[in-house]
């Protein structure tokens, strides 16, 4: 069964820290790969997505992930955190041909302290 | 561009009442999802429309959800009745056409007490 893994619960960080939230799937058909943002009573934001072509993706808020194919891993990055950015993040996978729908992570409350 | 719109924001019944929540989604998206996140957890996707058709609903506790999209433009959750586990918040999202981006609305918090 397709499941998403997100290591850590919580991440605590200082402003201007680099960040690291990390989220590892299972699947044994090609997929597509989220991140999203939740703010206090809020939907949710996305962040960016990896479909295809290069690894490295891009994404809004200056956040960036790899997808890791060997180690089925999609790490989300952020080279210098802002307190704004205090939120909890979800890792998600769509299986291209399998069940067609998003499977979410439980989440990483992110908090950036000054 | 209007978003995906819910109500009402937040819900606080008693256990064996039943309660419904309200998606309109963006305009001129064809499928619905509704999801469910417990505190602590993921979304997990309840329901999927493609206009006005059921696309999945094996995670709808179906004795007591319910969820229709008749026009194949708004949609109404309902429970009937609600448990004290159904406390949640009910997410409603809309994409173009499925596989292509969803966006969620604001959610609505369901208290049962």
């Known amino acids: 069964a397709q499941s998403v893994t997100q290591l850590d619960s919580q991440v605590p960080v200082f402003e201007e820290a680099p960040v690291e939230l990390r989220c590892n799937y299972s699947?044994?058909?090609?997929?597509?790969l989220f991140w999203y943002v939740q703010y206090p009573n809020q939907g949710l934001q996305l962040l960016l997505k990896?479909?295809?072509?290069?690894?490295l993706v891009k994404g809004i808020n200056g956040f960036e992930a790899e997808f890791n194919k060997s180690q089925t891993s999609f790490h989300l990055r952020k080279p210098s955190v802002h307190i704004s950015d205090t939120a909890e993040y979800f890792c998600?996978?769509?299986?291209?041909?399998?069940?067609?729908?998003?499977?979410f992570g439980k989440g990483t409350k992110l908090t950036v302290n000054p | 561009e209007a978003g995906v719109a819910q109500s009402p924001r937040y819900k606080i019944i008693e256990k064996r009442q039943s309660v419904a929540f309200w998606c309109n989604p963006i305009?001129?998206?064809?499928?619905l999802y509704w999801y469910q996140q417990i505190l602590g957890q993921g979304p997990k996707l309840l329901i999927q429309?493609?206009?006005?058709?059921?696309?999945?609903d094996s995670q709808l506790p179906k004795d007591r959800f319910s969820a229709e999209r008749l026009k194949g433009v708004d949609s109404t959750l309902k429970i009937q009745p609600a448990k004290l586990e159904d406390s949640a918040v009910y997410l409603c999202?809309?994409?173009?056409?499925?596989?292509?981006?969803?966006?969620f609305g604001p959610g609505t918090r369901l208290t049962v007490t």
């Open positions: 999202a809309s994409s173009l056409d499925r596989d292509d981006e969803q966006y």
């Open positions: 699947s044994s058909v090609s997929v597509y």
């Open positions: 990896y479909l295809s072509g290069s690894t």
């Open positions: 998600a996978v769509y299986h291209q041909g399998g069940s067609e729908k998003l499977v």
């Open positions: 305009s001129g998206h064809a499928t």
């Open positions: 429309f493609q206009n006005n058709g059921v696309v999945d």
